[in-house]
């Protein structure tokens, strides 16, 4: 239980990571108001994350069984029907937080505030991490269910600190304040290439 339930650990305290790391960012280059326009993206990734856990939670035991149960048809099935509600969420959430974007910053700031003009053109950039993230999350659900739990945790540290932590620090510097907005999409973004390309690669070889 412990070594297969690791990486949903670690993606809780990846959260942590994201929110510390990119409060330490905003306010070094954007000051307080920085700051304040992050912290809007910071109450929001939780509702993208239970939504994309949703989808991944609900697949595992079904995928879990059919492992068990030796039937990989139904695993592949029921791994193809969990990424494409994903990619709908993700996609839904993605086009919520683009065109609402003066809507939900107004909630929590006033348009007189210096965060608020921040907040409006960066939710728009860190609402992309939502496409990328529920398909990260329904593959290391995948993972979790057919017992491989070092892949699933290896993928949970690459999204949620090592290509995080990079991201936030270098595209700052190549792409200025929308480098800070973008950090988590790319982190999500290179995480999902790399899940996709293993799990290509991997099922090629095995239908060979």
Same mark, same amino acid.
């Given at each position: 239980?412990?070594?297969?339930?690791?990486?949903?650990?670690?993606?809780?305290? %990846?959260?942590?990571?994201?929110? @510390?790391?990119?409060?330490?960012?905003?306010?070094?280059?954007?000051?307080?108001?920085?700051?304040?326009?992050?912290?809007? &993206?910071?109450?929001?990734? /939780?509702?993208?994350?239970?939504?994309?856990?949703?989808?991944?939670?609900?697949?595992?035991?079904?995928?879990?069984?059919?492992?068990?149960?030796?039937?990989?048809?139904?695993?592949?099935?029921? @791994?193809?029907?969990?990424?494409?509600? &994903?990619?709908?969420?993700?996609?839904?959430?993605?086009?919520?937080?683009?065109?609402?974007?003066?809507?939900?910053?107004?909630?929590?700031?006033?348009?007189?505030?210096?965060?608020?003009?921040?907040?409006?053109?960066?939710?728009?950039?860190?609402?992309?991490?939502?496409?990328?993230?529920? @398909?990260?999350? &329904?593959?290391?659900?995948?993972?979790?269910?057919?017992?491989?739990?070092? %892949?699933?945790?290896?993928?949970?540290?690459?999204?949620?600190?090592?290509?995080?932590? /990079?991201?936030?620090?270098?595209?700052?510097?190549?792409?200025?304040? &929308?480098?800070?907005? @973008?950090?988590?999409?790319?982190?999500?973004?290179?995480?999902?290439?790399?899940?996709?390309?293993?799990?290509?690669?991997?099922?090629?070889?095995?239908?060979?």
């Amino acid at each position: 239980m412990i070594k297969i339930g690791f990486a949903t650990f670690l993606t809780e305290l %990846a959260m942590s990571v994201m929110m @510390l790391t990119g409060n330490y960012m905003f306010i070094s280059l954007l000051g307080e108001d920085g700051v304040a326009a992050y912290a809007i &993206a910071c109450y929001l990734f /939780p509702i993208v994350f239970s939504i994309s856990n949703a989808v991944a939670q609900s697949a595992q035991p079904i995928i879990s069984f059919n492992y068990g149960a030796h039937m990989p048809q139904r695993v592949s099935k029921t @791994l193809q029907v969990s990424l494409f509600t &994903a990619l709908v969420c993700g996609i839904t959430v993605t086009l919520c937080l683009w065109l609402g974007a003066k809507g939900i910053v107004a909630m929590f700031l006033s348009p007189q505030e210096g965060a608020y003009q921040l907040a409006v053109k960066g939710l728009p950039l860190f609402a992309t991490c939502a496409i990328f993230f529920a @398909l990260n999350i &329904a593959f290391i659900g995948y993972y979790q269910s057919i017992e491989k739990a070092a %892949a699933s945790t290896v993928y949970t540290l690459l999204r949620g600190v090592v290509f995080l932590v /990079p991201s936030f620090i270098l595209l700052p510097r190549v792409a200025g304040v &929308a480098g800070l907005w @973008l950090a988590i999409p790319v982190a999500e973004f290179l995480t999902c290439i790399l899940i996709y390309s293993r799990y290509f690669v991997t099922h090629r070889l095995m239908s060979q």
